[in-house]
């Protein structure tokens, strides 16, 4: 059993800062990828920012250059520092690992709300 706790989210005003972090515990041989995804209300949930188990990382159009993702090998965990936070970037931000067990599962975080307000 795996379990992902996140924590971070809040309300910020339009250009402030949050770091989102995604921590897994449990029975966990290694993880492959990590990542974040939000989702706005009325809106599909998207891919915001990932990392593969070598570190490249993959950013959606909308946050480049603004928010970096990491991740923690050690403590199992994965990191979201957004910086230039805008109002549209308000939603829930998900996170979600590839972990290895016995085989490869998807797992995803219960989600945190971030709030930016103009």
């Known amino acids: 059993q795996v379990q992902l706790v996140e924590s971070g989210g809040g309300l910020v005003q339009a250009g402030g800062s949050l770091r989102l972090s995604c921590a897994a515990s449990?029975?966990?041989?290694?993880?492959?990828?990590m990542g974040w995804y939000r989702q706005a209300p009325g809106k599909q949930r998207e891919l915001v920012a990932a990392?593969?188990?070598?570190?490249?990382?993959n950013y959606a159009d909308s946050v480049k250059g603004r928010f970096t993702i990491s991740r923690d090998n050690a403590k199992n965990t994965v990191y979201l520092q957004m910086n230039s936070l805008k109002p549209e970037d308000t939603a829930v931000y998900y996170c979600?690992?590839?972990?290895?067990?016995?085989?490869?599962?998807?797992?995803w975080g219960q989600g945190t709300q971030v709030t930016v307000s103009s």
């Open positions: 990392i593969t188990s070598g570190g490249s990382t």
């Open positions: 449990g029975s966990i041989f290694s993880i492959n990828a």
């Open positions: 979600t690992l590839e972990v290895v067990t016995n085989a490869a599962y998807d797992y």
